[in-house]
């Protein structure tokens, strides 16, 4: 749901950018721009000023809180 491109910028699938974009926001406000990329989902890029470690530490955490909510939904669809 998401490839860090380096320590300041991930790509994020488009199920889980909503999530991120909300987390990243409340954290970094401006510091984080989105730049859409056609078929492949959404660049996210955190400023300079912005720490690495944190940013990635956030990223991850909010992708992983989709994959754990499409978790049961995923298990359903897939054995019904």
């Known amino acids: 749901m998401g490839m860090f491109q380096d320590q300041q910028s991930v790509l994020v699938c488009d199920v889980a950018i909503g999530q991120v974009r909300q987390t990243l926001s409340r954290a970094f406000g401006e510091a984080v721009q989105y730049m859409t990329v056609k078929g492949q989902g ?9 720490a690495s470690e944190q940013f990635q530490a956030l990223t991850r955490a909010a992708i992983d809180q989709v994959q754990q909510d499409n978790a049961p939904n995923n298990a359903t669809t897939s054995g019904g």
């Open 42 to 50: 959404t660049l996210v890029q955190a400023a300079a000023c912005v």
